[in-house]
């Protein structure tokens, strides 16, 4: 069964028309991560929550945004997005404490056009 | 700034043969190593996590080490199968919880 679950599996926007990805999990783990990844490239985490403490990298831009209702959804928030922001978007989840092993979903493969 | 990397970037070898893929990293205050599978168009699976503490860990044909004081994993695969055909991740999860990913290894496995 399914733990993290990322809707849409595949995404395609024009280039400026603004894109939510949402991320769902069982587990009830208090961390979720966003990556971004690009073909044939290491994922790159863009932002990520503990609790509803929201931690955005340094370099992360600012066309990317998130949301974190409650503890079980996430969403990526792409306002305006460019041909360079075409990549797999994986949402991944960990425990308060204990191992720290991260737990990935399927990914959204976003397109633009 | 903790850097992970991972040689060879594609490997490719005969069904059945044993075979080891490496990850080194510049910053040993980690917390964990996790090596991840990855098929095309899809997302990570976790393989194996060792804690900074333990030296490997294992499961069923998939052994993978850590040597924190020389900064690296490898991550074993014991008779290849070609359903083992994937890039291999590793990741370095460091005190800050950042969890900092090599490039990965393409392994294909050929019949």
């Known amino acids: 069964d399914a733990m993290v679950i990322q809707n849409p599996r595949y995404q395609v926007t024009q280039f400026g028309k603004p894109v939510t990805l949402s991320c769902s999990q069982t587990?009830?783990?208090?961390?979720m991560y966003w990556y971004q990844q690009k073909s044939s490239q290491a994922p790159k985490l863009l932002f990520h929550?503990?609790?509803?403490?929201?931690?955005n990298e340094a370099d992360t831009p600012d066309n990317f945004q998130s949301r974190r209702p409650n503890t079980s959804f996430c969403f990526l928030d792409i306002r305006s997005p460019g041909l360079g922001d075409a990549a797999m978007y994986l949402c991944?989840?960990?425990?308060?404490?204990?191992?720290?092993?991260?737990?990935f979903g399927e990914g959204s493969r976003l397109t633009v056009l | 700034k903790q850097e992970v990397t991972q040689i060879p970037a594609a490997l490719s070898v005969p069904e059945g043969e044993n075979l080891v893929l490496n990850c080194s990293f510049t910053?040993?205050?980690?917390?964990?190593l996790q090596w991840f599978r990855q098929d095309p168009g899809k997302g990570l699976t976790s393989l194996l996590l060792?804690?900074?503490?333990?030296r490997e860990q294992t499961s069923g044909r998939l052994n993978a080490s850590l040597d924190k004081s020389s900064g690296r994993s490898t991550l074993y695969i014991a008779a290849s199968q070609p359903g083992d055909s994937a890039t291999y991740l590793c990741?370095?999860?460091?005190?800050?919880?950042?969890?900092?990913f090599g490039q990965g290894t393409e392994l294909s496995v050929k019949p």
């Open positions: 991944a989840t960990s425990g308060p404490t204990g191992s720290g092993e991260l737990f």
């Open positions: 587990l009830n783990h208090n961390v």
């Open positions: 929550y503990y609790d509803k403490d929201f931690n």
């Open positions: 910053d040993s205050a980690i917390y964990n």
């Open positions: 060792i804690q900074s503490s333990q």
């Open positions: 990741a370095a999860h460091d005190q800050g919880g950042k969890l900092i």
